[in-house]
C-alpha cells in the first residue's frame, strides 16, 4: 500500500498574536495526519514568537523557526527552504483553515500528473464589517499553460494560498517568492502554473480568510505600492515573452490593460491618498489610453466595459465616485 504523503504547511507569522492560535490549531486538528507544520517567526515583537515556541515544545510535527523580520515573501521562501513535504500548503498567519482541508485536496490531487489543487475561500471579519463574496471559477482540470491563460483574462487567482503545490515545481524550476515587495504572489503563481502539468479548479471553500483593515491588501494604496503593482505586472510580461509558448499568450496586452485598471480601482477607492495621486492618476490612464485599440480583449463586453471605463476615468472624482458606489462604500 502506498504510504500516505507528507504536506509541509507553511505559516510566515509577523505580529498575529490575537489570530495565531486560531490559525495553528485548525492545522493540528486536520483529519489528514501526515503533516509538517512549519511556523516562521519573521522577527514578531507583540508575543506572537513565544505562542510560536510554546507550540513547537508541544507537538513533534511542528517546527519553529525565527529569523530577523523580511516581509512575507521571505518568509515563505524560508519555509520552501525547510519543508521536507511532497506537498506544500501557505497559510497566513490570520487565516484558517477547514479541518478536512489537506484531505479533500490530497483527493482532488489523486491523479499523478496533477501538480497544482486550487480552492475557494470564505471571508470572514472580526468586526462585522461587509465582506466580499467568495470567488468561483470553472471548475475542472487544466493544462499549467491553459491556466496561465486563464489568468491572464482574469478567469483565475492569483494568489498563493489557497492552493498547494507539489514540491518539485519550486525545487525544479528554482521559484522563489520575490523579496522586499508586495504583490509577490503574482509572477510566481503565473511561474508555477506554467511549470505544472496538470492543475485541478475546485470552488470547494475549504480556506477561512480574515479581512482587516490592517492587512497588506488593505485599502490604503501609496506611490511604493503602486510601482510594486506594475513591476509585478512587468515581470509577467517579460517572462512568458521569453518562453517557447510566448505567442500562445493572446491575452497578455489584456492582462495588463486589466491590471493598469485595477491599480485605478485601487486609487479611487482609498481616502487617504486619492487626493494627492492626481499626477499618478494621469500617467496610468494614458498609459490606458495608449493600449486600448492594440488590445485584444476576450470578449464584445469586456471591450465596451472597459472603454466606458476610460471615459469616465478623465473625471477623477465622477470614477472614484461611481467606483464606490457600485463596490457599495459610500461616499
Not at 465582506?131 to 486563464?150: C, F, H, Q, R
Not at 493572446?250 to 481616502?271: C, G, I, M, P, Q
Request: glycine share 6%; hydrophobic share 35%; charged share 30%.
Amino acid at each position: 500500500m502506498k504510504k500516505a504523503p507528507l504536506v509541509s504547511i507553511i505559516v510566515p507569522i509577523y505580529n498575529v498574536r490575537d489570530y495565531l492560535d486560531v490559525c495553528v490549531k485548525s492545522l493540528l486538528n486536520q483529519t489528514y495526519k501526515n503533516l509538517e507544520i512549519i511556523l516562521i517567526d519573521d522577527g514578531s515583537t507583540d508575543g506572537s514568537e513565544k505562542i510560536v515556541d510554546k507550540y513547537d515544545k508541544k507537538y513533534r510535527n511542528i517546527k519553529a523557526i525565527h529569523k530577523k523580520n523580511g516581509g512575507l515573501s521571505s518568509a515563505r521562501n524560508v519555509g520552501v527552504d525547510n519543508a521536507s513535504g511532497e506537498w506544500l500548503l501557505f497559510i497566513d498567519s490570520d487565516d484558517y483553515i477547514r479541518t478536512d482541508c489537506v484531505e479533500r485536496v490530497l483527493e482532488l490531487a489523486k491523479a499523478a500528473d496533477i501538480d497544482i489543487v486550487t480552492y475557494s475561500f470564505e471571508p470572514f471579519s472580526n468586526d462585522g464589517s461587509r465582506l466580499k463574496k467568495s470567488p468561483n471559477w470553472p471548475e475542472g482540470v487544466l493544462s499549467g499553460v491553459d491556466a496561465v491563460n486563464d489568468m491572464l483574462r482574469n478567469k483565475r487567482p492569483a494568489y498563493i494560498c489557497m492552493s498547494m503545490f507539489r514540491a518539485t515545481l519550486f525545487k525544479k524550476n528554482k521559484i522563489r517568492f520575490p523579496e522586499g515587495r508586495e504583490f509577490e504572489d503574482i509572477i510566481t503563481r503565473i511561474r508555477l502554473l506554467y511549470y505544472a502539468r496538470k492543475v485541478v479548479f475546485s470552488n470547494e471553500k475549504l480556506y477561512y480568510y480574515l479581512i482587516r483593515k490592517e492587512s497588506i491588501t488593505g485599502d490604503n494604496i501609496s506611490e511604493s505600492r503602486c510601482q510594486d503593482f506594475l513591476r509585478a505586472v512587468d515581470e509577467v510580461k517579460a517572462f512568458l515573452l521569453d518562453t517557447d509558448k510566448q505567442n500562445g499568450f493572446v491575452f497578455l496586452d489584456y492582462f495588463e490593460f486589466h491590471s493598469l485598471v485595477t491599480l485605478l480601482n485601487y486609487l479611487a477607492r482609498d481616502r487617504k491618498t486619492f487626493g494627492n495621486s492626481k499626477g499618478y492618476w494621469c500617467q496610468i490612464r494614458g498609459k490606458l489610453r495608449k493600449k486600448y485599440f492594440t488590445t485584444k480583449f476576450p470578449t464584445i463586453k469586456n471591450k465596451f466595459v472597459y472603454g466606458g471605463a476610460l471615459i469616465v476615468s478623465s473625471n477623477m472624482k465622477l470614477y472614484s465616485k461611481l467606483y464606490r458606489g457600485v463596490k457599495g462604500e459610500g461616499r
